[in-house]
């Protein structure tokens, strides 16, 4: 009975921070997918664990109204930006250009959406998006079997529909648009002068080379929505060989020679 009446009265919370984050100062959190993660992909490194709804299927999954009562209650929203990421692929939630409109209304702020550019052919989500401040998409991959390995994604997404749909996102969006890249191993030459290739033809504003700092949790972890890996120390947690800092920044001066684009990367050196 007493456990009945703490889990009714443990609502989940749809905005949660603020969070440090490396590439975007204060960041205060949207989790528009709610308790149960779900994503179009299930990565290696993700830090929510094992996806518990896979799926490319877009759905309400927290009510617009939810998340206007808990963002209500962080007001006057002091933060750098307000972004949409938690618990899951944002792009997913079917309201995702009526949370991006209330974040503008209500909070004044900046709003940011991290996506894994799975959905963006879809030009329902291509429109939601337009109404966001930034964008920042995920491309871990430049081969089909690395996309494979790496983002493990849903049966019948390819490598080549997500280039496709950044390209087209790109021509149409006219907010900031971020490229970001989680690097798992030292990319060889032709790897890299791939990835240039690509990056030459998105033209993004800002490219950000990550490499994994936090644990991936066995089992879901509410708490790992944010970006504090002191919460995410237990037993029950893998952590990944990242790649070392040098190498990180070695690519990122040669980027931003070979691009004239901001190229950042994390610059603490990571637990390994
Ligand atoms: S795209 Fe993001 S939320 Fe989805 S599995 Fe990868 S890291 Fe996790």
Redesign the pocket.
Not at 45 to 48: H, N, P, T, V
């Given at each position: 009975m007493i456990c009945e009446l703490d889990h009714q009265l443990e609502r989940f919370q749809s905005v949660y921070g603020p969070v440090r984050s490396w590439r975007y100062g204060s960041s205060l959190g949207i989790d528009p997918i709610g308790e149960r993660?779900a994503?179009?992909?299930?990565?290696v490194?993700?830090?929510?664990g094992d996806?518990q709804q896979p799926t490319c299927q877009r759905q309400v999954f927290v009510a617009t109204e939810q998340i206007a009562q808990d963002l209500v209650a962080f007001a006057p929203w002091g933060v750098d930006v307000v972004t949409l990421?938690g618990?899951?692929?944002p792009t997913l939630a079917l309201n995702l250009g009526e949370i991006l409109s209330l974040v503008c209304q209500l909070t004044g702020r900046p709003s940011l959406v991290?996506?894994?550019s799975?959905l963006l052919g879809d030009p329902a989500v291509r429109s939601a998006l337009a109404l966001a401040d930034r964008v920042a998409v995920?491309l871990d991959a430049i081969t089909p079997e690395q996309f494979r390995r790496v983002?493990?994604p849903m049966t019948g997404l390819t490598l080549d529909q997500v280039l496709d749909s950044i390209l087209q996102f790109r021509q149409c969006y006219g907010g900031q648009l971020a490229v970001q890249t989680?690097m798992l191993t030292e990319w060889s030459e032709a790897e890299r002068d791939c990835y240039r290739d690509l990056m030459q033809q998105i033209q993004p504003d800002e490219i950000h080379l990550n490499t994994p700092t936090r644990p991936r949790p066995l089992q879901r972890q509410i708490d790992s929505r944010g970006n504090d890996p002191a919460s995410n120390s237990s037993d029950s947690n893998r952590w990944l060989k990242p790649v070392a800092v040098s190498v990180l920044a070695e690519f990122a001066a040669r980027l931003q020679q070979q691009l004239a684009v901001s190229v950042r990367y994390p610059d603490f050196e990571p637990r390994v």
């Open positions: 993660s994503c179009s992909f299930n990565c490194y993700c830090q929510l996806i990421s618990s899951g692929e991290l996506t894994n799975s995920k983002n493990r989680m």
